[in-house]
């Protein structure tokens, strides 16, 4: 029987690349000079640290122009305010992996209002959609493109 999932990840690499190349060009920009700005990554976690907000605010539009140049889509980004201390501002970027609970029952419910004959499961962080034809998985897949979930969705392991 056909299947696919439906799954949001994240190449952690890409993201990884994206700092250290942001990192790079805070460190030969003009205006960065002489201030301690950079970029630090642990896990799904980047932390922007400098001087004040304004270089934040530069800062993350740097780092949002390299995310994009590597094909991650910012939509996984979960972007907290600003902390100021001690002449220093902080500002934690968190990289969102996974479809959450709530947006996986938007999906299996949008699915079943469609009226197709698949069924959709949640398994997880996933979604997995399986049908008799290969073209309702495919209007499935069509249907939920055409939806805002607020992240980026994949589909995966698309089999016969």
Known sequence: MPSFDV????DL???RNAVDQANREVGTRFDFKGSDANFEQKDDQVTLEAENEFQLRQMMDIFEKKLVKRNV???V???Q???TSNNRARQQVTIRQGVDTDTCRKIVKDIKTAKLKV???IQGEQVRVTGKKRD?????ITLL???DYGLPLQYINFRD
């Open 7 to 10: 799954v949001s990840e994240v």
């Open 13 to 15: 690499q890409e993201v």
């Open 73 to 75: 889509d910012i939509g």
């Open 77 to 79: 980004l979960d972007i």
């Open 81 to 83: 305010e600003p902390r």
């Open 119 to 121: 069924q959709a499961q």
């Open 136 to 140: 309702d998985l495919q209007t499935v």
């Open 145 to 147: 493109r055409d939806k």
